[in-house]
């Protein structure tokens, strides 16, 4: 997987708080690559809060190879 898997939540507007990332569910026998697994929540807008991160799962049976990066982390609040 050299690409972008992504379920990012939205940014807020209008003083309201950003969206939580989503969940990732990858189940697979061989798994490698250099690229993304993305679950960021989204920002606030104003007096909102950030979104919380989502959740990321990688269910491997036989070979694991990937090198790439994960991310869940919460959305920034204004």
């Known amino acids: 997987m050299d690409g972008i898997i992504e379920s990012e939540g939205a940014n807020g507007a209008s003083n309201s708080g950003g969206g939580s990332g989503g969940s990732i569910l990858i189940k697979t026998i061989l798994f490698s690559g250099h690229g993304m697994v993305v679950a960021?929540?989204?920002?606030?807008?104003?007096?909102?809060?950030?979104?919380?991160?989502?959740?990321?799962?990688?269910?491997?049976?036989?070979?694991?190879?990937?090198?790439?990066?994960?991310?869940?982390?919460?959305?920034?609040?204004?």
Request: proline content about 0%.
């Open 40 to 78: 960021d929540g989204g920002s606030g807008d104003g007096n909102g809060g950030g979104g919380a991160g989502g959740r990321i799962a990688v269910h491997v049976a036989w070979l694991r190879e990937y090198s790439g990066q994960y991310t869940a982390y919460g959305g920034t609040g204004e």
